[in-house]
């Protein structure tokens, strides 16, 4: 399995998974230009990340995109990781739920920050979009604060989804929304930076 990343995008969240699985994989290192390349193209015409590429069931080469995707492939790609629970529905479906928030809710309130030009043309509004789009997301960490009472993980156990949420608190860092008063989601950061996964996969960016 080969995995397409950019230091420090959600890309990162598959990234850890992979480590996690302790199966074997190449990554590919991807920046703003290469991902424009053709050969790049070829494998996701969006030219964004993540992307992988296996070996197909027919001897041809399998491609995904889609971070959802990826990480449902990735955690199917080795059980004994249990990255979606011990194997029952219930515990697949949380660990989903989790890596959907993550996914659907918390990334795209990002976007307003990363590009608020996208949402407005008129520079004199991306001071507000970008202030709607900060309390959205100190909601969504406080919502997440909530469920780690009492946790180590967002869905109880270790999932995809904990890798991603990690990236996400991540480019909080970047953009000073400062959640440090969070004490859940502290101790969560805390736990995950001192991962040797995590570790060997922000080394492997250029990240540590």
């Not at 995008?9 to 480590?19: E, K, P, V, Y």
């Not at 469920?147 to 000073?176: H, I, N």
Request: glycine share 6%.
């Amino acid at each position: 399995m080969k995995l397409y990343t950019k230091p420090g995008a959600c890309s990162t969240a598959d990234h850890i998974a992979l480590q996690w699985t302790g199966q074997p994989f190449e990554v590919q290192i991807m920046d703003a230009a290469s991902m424009k390349e053709p050969a790049y193209l070829a494998i996701n015409p969006s030219g964004s990340v993540p992307a992988i590429t296996d070996a197909a069931e027919d001897g041809g080469q399998f491609v995904l995109t889609q971070n959802a995707a990826i990480m449902g492939y990735i955690a199917d790609s080795a059980p004994d990781a249990k990255l979606t629970g011990d194997g029952s529905a219930q515990q697949r479906a949380i660990a989903t739920k989790w890596l959907a928030f993550c996914n659907s809710d918390l990334h795209p309130a990002f976007k307003p920050l990363f590009g608020p030009g996208v949402f407005s043309e008129d520079a004199s509004h991306h001071d507000a979009i970008n202030a709607a789009a900060r309390k959205r997301i100190r909601k969504l960490f406080e919502s997440a604060n909530t469920t780690l009472e009492g946790k180590q993980w967002l869905a109880g156990f270790r999932s995809v989804a904990d890798p991603y949420f990690y990236v996400t608190l991540r480019w909080a860092d970047a953009m000073e929304i400062d959640v440090s008063d969070l004490a859940n989601i502290a101790a969560f950061k805390r736990r995950m930076e001192a991962d040797a996964g995590v570790q060997a996969a922000l080394k492997a960016e250029g990240l540590a």
